[in-house]
């Protein structure tokens, strides 16, 4: 009992920024307290803006506030230090000063692994779920985690910057586009966070794997559950598995996404490259259950004639050079999807479609390889 008294003191008499004993400590008008080297260095981040918050609880202060030693805490410190309480060593998933803290969690802050433009909150790993479950905060958008997040709102509308300017080259919110930059050639901001070329997509390249429980029993994943192909017999094992697709010839990736990735496929003869909620439906050929034909999967058609996307059963030819190896990026927080033909000689890339959503979950990539009454050389494979 007494070492957790001592655990509960040394977090409470900890700072939030460095995550040490409060150095000079200082307490800011919404009541937080903070190493005063630690706020004053956190604040000169945001001088030109005039925009000062608290890390913790984000309210905002203008003028920026006055930093005076608090002596009662420093007295409690010193204290503490006296009695030999040392803070307990960091955990590889608890914040340092380079990383940004998680906003919900109390004591020891967490790593962040998204921030939300809305409430401009951040979040560890174990929180940005309220989001998507929340009824009331599903509107609620995450991006990359950000010491920063007022720089994504628009100082003079306070409204989130989701344009680009390139006649200007500056992101804008909406009002902006309504008023002084109107007439300007502008695209969505996620549009615009997205790579020009191939070694920029790269960069961002996630390595799937196929799940061999929810394949379908006409095709077989094979090579380190990388490549899938249509085959010619009928795999009945584990065949009551309820994961199991058992009326399209599909398959779904064991990992899921909720960040910024991108990979590519190679295929043979007709293949779907698909991205699906993993609550889409397993059981029979209905359109509840087929890569595109529902609103929980986006899905790339690709044959020797040509490329279609569908979702929701809608289906639009595109046009663009035919290749066997399809790139796809996906960057979940900002809902931007696009599909990528890659040149034979992997240098260059030509968009095929884009797709500007909102993503309610977590995504798997998807595989639909083949006819049902046909079953020569059907196959795809994560590159």
């Given at each position: 009992?007494?070492?957790?008294?001592?655990?509960?003191?040394?977090?409470?008499?900890?700072c939030?920024?460095?995550?040490?004993?409060?150095?000079?400590?200082?307490?800011?008008?919404?009541?937080h307290?903070?190493?005063?080297?630690?706020?004053?260095?956190?604040?000169?981040?945001?001088?030109?803006?005039?925009?000062?918050?608290?890390?913790?609880?984000?309210?905002?202060f203008?003028?920026?506030?006055?930093?005076?030693?608090?002596?009662?805490l420093?007295?409690?410190?010193?204290?503490l230090?006296?009695?030999?309480?040392?803070?307990?060593?960091?955990?590889?998933?608890c914040?340092g000063?380079?990383?940004?803290?998680?906003?919900i969690?109390?004591?020891?802050?967490?790593k962040?692994?998204?921030?939300?433009?809305?409430c401009?909150a951040?979040?560890?790993e174990?929180?940005?779920?309220?989001?998507?479950?929340?009824?009331?905060?599903?509107?609620?958008?995450?991006?990359?985690?950000?010491?920063?997040?007022?720089?994504k709102?628009?100082?003079?509308?306070?409204?989130?910057?989701?344009?680009?300017?390139r006649?200007?080259?500056?992101?804008?919110?909406?009002?902006c586009?309504?008023?002084?930059?109107?007439?300007?050639?502008?695209?969505?901001?996620?549009?615009?966070?997205?790579?020009?070329?191939?070694?920029?997509?790269?960069?961002?390249?996630?390595?799937?794997s196929?799940?061999?429980?929810?394949?379908?029993?006409?095709?077989e994943?094979?090579?380190?559950?990388?490549?899938?192909?249509l085959?010619?017999?009928?795999?009945?094992?584990?065949?009551?598995?309820?994961?199991?697709?058992?009326?399209?010839?599909?398959?779904?990736?064991?990992?899921?996404?909720?960040?910024?990735?991108?990979?590519?496929?190679e295929?043979k003869?007709?293949?779907?490259?698909?991205?699906a909620?993993?609550d889409?439906?397993?059981?029979?050929?209905r359109?509840?259950?087929?890569?595109?034909y529902?609103?929980?999967?986006?899905?790339?058609?690709c044959?020797?004639?040509?490329?279609s996307?569908?979702?929701?059963?809608?289906?639009?030819?595109?046009?663009?050079?035919?290749?066997?190896r399809?790139?796809?990026f996906?960057?979940?927080?900002?809902?931007?999807?696009?599909f990528?033909?890659?040149?034979?000689?992997?240098k260059?890339?030509?968009?095929?479609?884009?797709?500007?959503?909102?993503?309610?979950q977590?995504?798997h990539?998807?595989?639909?390889?083949?006819?049902?009454?046909?079953?020569?050389?059907?196959?795809?494979?994560?590159?």
């Open positions: 009992m007494a070492q957790q008294a001592g655990q509960l003191n040394r977090e409470t008499f900890s939030s920024i460095c995550l040490d004993l409060l150095k000079d400590p200082v307490t800011i008008p919404c009541g307290s903070y190493c005063m080297n630690c706020i004053k260095s956190f604040w000169d981040e945001n001088e030109e803006k005039k925009i000062y918050h608290c890390p913790q609880c984000r309210q905002t203008t003028p920026r506030p006055v930093l005076q030693k608090s002596t009662v420093a007295a409690l410190v010193e204290q230090k006296k009695t030999g309480l040392q803070p307990a060593p960091a955990d590889h998933c914040s000063p380079e990383d940004v803290a998680c906003d969690c109390t004591g020891r802050k967490l962040a692994i998204r921030s939300c433009l809305f401009l951040s979040f560890c174990k929180n940005p779920q309220f989001h998507y479950e929340s009824a009331p905060v599903k509107k609620l958008k995450l991006v990359e985690p950000s010491k920063n997040v007022l720089e709102v628009c100082s003079r509308h306070d409204e989130v910057m989701k344009m680009f300017c006649t200007d080259q500056k992101c804008i919110c909406i009002i586009l309504m008023e002084e930059h109107k007439g300007h050639d502008t695209v969505s901001a996620p549009a615009e966070p997205e790579p020009q070329n191939r070694d920029g997509f790269l960069k961002y390249t996630f390595e799937f196929l799940d061999p429980n929810t394949e379908n029993s006409k095709l994943v094979n090579q380190r559950n990388r490549t899938v192909k085959t010619t017999g009928v795999n009945n094992s584990d065949s009551g598995n309820p994961d199991r697709f058992t009326g399209w010839p599909q398959v779904l990736s064991r990992e899921r996404v909720t960040g910024r990735c991108y990979w590519e496929v295929w003869e007709r293949v779907r490259v698909a991205v909620y993993k889409i439906s397993r059981a029979g050929n359109n509840e259950c087929g890569f595109g529902n609103d929980k999967s986006w899905a790339l058609s044959s020797q004639s040509g490329f996307f569908g979702h929701n059963n809608i289906w639009t030819l595109i046009s663009g050079p035919v290749s066997s399809v790139g796809v996906l960057d979940h927080a900002a809902g931007l999807l696009s990528y033909s890659v040149s034979k000689d992997q260059d890339m030509t968009l095929l479609h884009r797709v500007q959503t909102r993503f309610t977590p995504l990539a998807g595989l639909w390889v083949g006819e049902e009454y046909f079953y020569n050389e059907y196959s795809a494979k994560f590159c």
